[in-house]
Nanobody, 126 residues
Framework: VQLQACGGGLVQAGGSLRLSCVASGMPFNQYAMGWFRQAPGKEREFVAA????????PYADSVKGRFTISRNNADNTVALQMNNLKSEDTAVYFCASAYSRRADLVQISPDAYQYWGQGTQVTVSS
C-alpha cells in the first residue's frame, strides 16, 4: 500500500492550498481516509476525515469552515482544500487510510488508521 501526498508549500496568511493524496495497492472504496498534521514539538493531530461513501466528513474545530475534504473513488484520491490559512496551520500534513466496514463510519483517532503517507510540508507566513 502506498499513499502519496502532494500540494504543500509556502503561503501567506489568508491564502489557500490544496493537498492531494493518491492511494495504490488497496481497495480504496473500502477505506475511510483522513488528514492529520504535526507541528514541530507537538503531537500528531486530526484535521479531517471522509468515510467510504464520501458523505461523512468530520473536521477538527480549528479548521471548520476553512478546510474541505473530498474523495474521488474513481481515481483513488482524497483532497484537502485549505482556505484562509493561518500561521497555526503550519505543519507537516499526512494522509492516512482506515479500513471501514460501513460507508458512514469514519474515525478521528490516528490509532485507527493502518496506512500513512510520507507527509507534505505546509508553511503559512504571517
Amino acid at each position: 500500500v502506498q499513499l502519496q501526498a502532494c500540494g504543500g508549500g509556502l503561503v501567506q496568511a489568508g491564502g489557500s492550498l490544496r493537498l492531494s493524496c493518491v492511494a495504490s495497492g488497496m481497495p480504496f472504496n473500502q477505506y475511510a481516509m483522513g488528514w492529520f498534521r504535526q507541528a514541530p514539538g507537538k503531537e500528531r493531530e486530526f484535521v479531517a476525515a471522509v468515510g467510504r461513501g464520501g458523505f461523512n466528513t468530520p473536521y477538527a474545530d480549528s479548521v471548520k469552515g476553512r478546510f474541505t475534504i473530498s474523495r474521488n473513488n474513481a481515481d483513488n484520491t482524497v483532497a484537502l482544500q485549505m482556505n484562509n490559512l493561518k500561521s497555526e496551520d503550519t505543519a507537516v500534513y499526512f494522509c492516512a487510510s482506515a479500513y471501514s466496514r460501513r460507508a458512514d463510519l469514519v474515525q478521528i483517532s490516528p490509532d485507527a488508521y493502518q496506512y500513512w503517507g510520507q507527509g507534505t510540508q505546509v508553511t503559512v507566513s504571517s
